[in-house]
């Protein structure tokens, strides 16, 4: 079969040692004998995997020691859910920075719970994130909620905000592990890790000890930091496959250097697709402002800002002939997008910006 380049937003493309790992792994786990699929969770090999990815989370992120490292059900929305039934009983309200389609669900998600501040003024064209000195934060809000980096639309924080004491809890679910992060700035980090971090089903939640306790009483036992803190992440049945494999996935980042190198790499592989776009006399347009342009996710329309149908389908059949695949816009924003996460190779996003190139030629 021809090399296929898989730019999809995720689940997304995984590393390839990482396969050969799991490969090798998966009928006799850790000289168990038996697949870790039908090793129980309450045993010693689980125990020793459920702390070793813990330990390996800490380790890439400098996680400081009076914060939780939790491996929960449910995925990122589980997390929407569990963000405000574990930290807005406090004063009753949150503050939401929507900058796209993902925080837009999670404040829809928490306002089933509380009061829900938009700290920026709606819209529906996600294109920038407005200063700092624009944001209208509530002093009494129990928590600021941000996403980090918008997996449609393409927005990227280049700043941590200042939330003047009030916890800070970040949906990092599609730029988790691409670069280094001060992980003491921030009350909650959260993400679902079928992007950079493994497989679907499960989130990587990062959460302050001292903002435990304060669950509402509805809140499921399953999404409860506290007990699930308390349970060291084995309240029930844990997604232990996905667990694995993120915990193989962050190892395998580990071993290409870690998050500087995994920045760096990201950095000159977004920039590769930018300048093309730049380049392109308006051919090739990128909607976001250049500050806030993701390096993970990038979605640009072919023929004008709007995008012209008709080019952009041509665009994708040629992608696809040559093996670049899942490269089509999100149904909400339509056009193109590529994503670049820490699997995707330089050579790989190099494939790409050549074939833009030639189509750009070829329309020009
Ligand atoms: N947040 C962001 C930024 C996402 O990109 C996604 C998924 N694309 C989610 C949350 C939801 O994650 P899940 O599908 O795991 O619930």
Known sequence: MP???????????MP?????IIRN???????????????SHRSSTYLKLNKEVQDVVRRLLN???????????GGGQGQFAAVPLNLISRTGTADYVVTGAWSAKAAKEAKKYGKVNLVIPPTDRYVNIPDQSQWNLDPNASYVHICTNETIHGVEYDFIPDTKGVPLVADMSSNFMSKKVDVSKFGVIYGG???????????LVIVREDLLNQTLPICPSILDWT????NDSILNTPPMFAIYIMGRVLQWIERQGGLDVMAELATKKSSLIYNIIE??????CAPVAKNVRSKMNIPFRIGSIEGNDALEKEFLKGA?????????????????RASTYNAVTLEEVQALANYMKDFYKKHS
Request: proline content about 2%.
């Open 3 to 13: 090399k296929v380049y898989n730019f999809g937003a995720g689940p997304a493309k």
């Open 16 to 20: 390839e040692e990482v396969y050969e």
């Open 25 to 39: 792994e998966f009928t006799n786990f850790e000289g168990s004998g038996i697949s870790l699929l039908e090793t």
């Open 63 to 73: 996680v400081p020691q009076n914060y939780k490292i939790l491996f929960l059900a």
């Open 193 to 203: 890790a079928q992007k950079n971090i493994g497989t679907s089903g499960v989130a």
């Open 227 to 230: 007990i699930n803190a308390k």
């Open 279 to 284: 380049e392109s006399n308006g051919f090739y």
């Open 320 to 336: 696809e002939a040559l093996g670049l695949i899942q490269l089509k816009g999100h149904r909400d924003v339509g056009g193109i």
